[in-house]
């Protein structure tokens, strides 16, 4: 998983609420084994739509999303944080997500700050409206900013945080234990040796 720090990205706005996780990733797409190659499919039914956001040229790129709230609702399937991260997506942006989908971003090396409605209906607006209009997205400060003069904080669990500057997820967690459960391993089999066998 990528380190998170910061990042200066255009920011592509979804003013949509309750963008379920059906739509982020039809599960006609579900049938892949790989955490790979779901990009493509993100938003499937939407891009079909000619003014759908993602058609324009101008988001090409784009590594911050901003949306409505409850975000991520539905099914609990990790797929829908596999297709934002395929497609390209480290930042989500939106005033409330759904838990499910909240820790599988997570887990997944993407960053979900929560703002204001107020502060996302600003950045929405702004983002449809000024061309090249980019945010910035400090994990470290917990802070998103722009060149207009925008700042607000997002608050973020501190072991989250911890895993994505460090670019950690569940099997790189454990890796970081990887000598001490080695030394077990070689002392429980050991151990299983040296104990008098039932007769």
Known sequence: MQ??????????PLDRVNVD?????PKQFLKRIERSGYGEFLFYDWRNESNFVLND?????????????????GSS?????????DYGFRVVIAPTFADIFFSNAGKNGIVLARLTEAE???LLERSATHPDYQLTVSL????????????ASFEIDPFRKYCLLEGLDDIGLTLRHASALDAYETMHDHAHWLSPRAN
């Open 140 to 151: 470290a400060d917990q802070r998103v900013t722009d060149s207009h003069g925008f700042s």
């Open 120 to 122: 996302v209906a600003l």
């Open 21 to 25: 996780t059906d739509q982020i990733i």
């Open 57 to 73: 040229p101008r988001y090409a790129g784009a590594q911050i999303l901003v949306a409505g709230k409850n975000f991520g609702c």
């Open 77 to 85: 399937r990790e797929h829908a944080a596999w297709a934002l991260s």
């Open 3 to 12: 380190p998170f720090r910061t990042l200066t990205s255009r920011a592509v």
